[in-house]
């Protein structure tokens, strides 16, 4: 049983820049994913970027490339999305999620491969 809790959203205006925390804790595995996904209202979810835990591979939705870095502290079990250069169609409600076993490119792109969801929060970017 894996638990993911996600905090550091909230309400910034255009062009600024706000940090995501995704803390995990229970059962985690050394060989595992951790990704973020965002849905907007009326929209489909949508990959954002993802890590792999030991190694530290990182992976990008194409079109967030440059603005947004995700990273993971190992000793605290948490992972981060930093994002810049917000704009109002960043506007979603943000999850980090869990993907069991080793990255794949491919796979941790699909949010079907993930185990474990938290309850999202919330980046409002204004205009």
């Known amino acids: 049983q894996v638990q993911l809790v996600e905090s550091g959203g909230g309400l910034v205006q255009a062009g600024g820049s706000l940090r995501l925390s995704c803390a995990a804790s229970g059962r985690t595995f050394s060989s595992h994913a951790m990704g973020w996904f965002r849905q907007a209202p009326g929209k489909e979810r949508e990959f954002v970027a993802a890590i792999s835990w030991t190694v530290g591979s990182t992976y990008y939705s194409d079109s967030l490339k440059g603005r947004f870095t995700v990273s993971r502290d190992n000793a605290k079990n948490t992972v981060y999305l930093q994002m810049n ?39 409002t970017v204004s205009s």
């Open 85 to 123: 250069s917000l704009k109002p169609e960043d506007t979603a409600v943000y999850y980090c999620a869990r993907r069991p076993g080793p990255s794949s490119a491919v796979l941790v792109r699909r949010a079907s491969e993930y185990d474990y969801w938290g309850q999202g929060t919330q980046v």
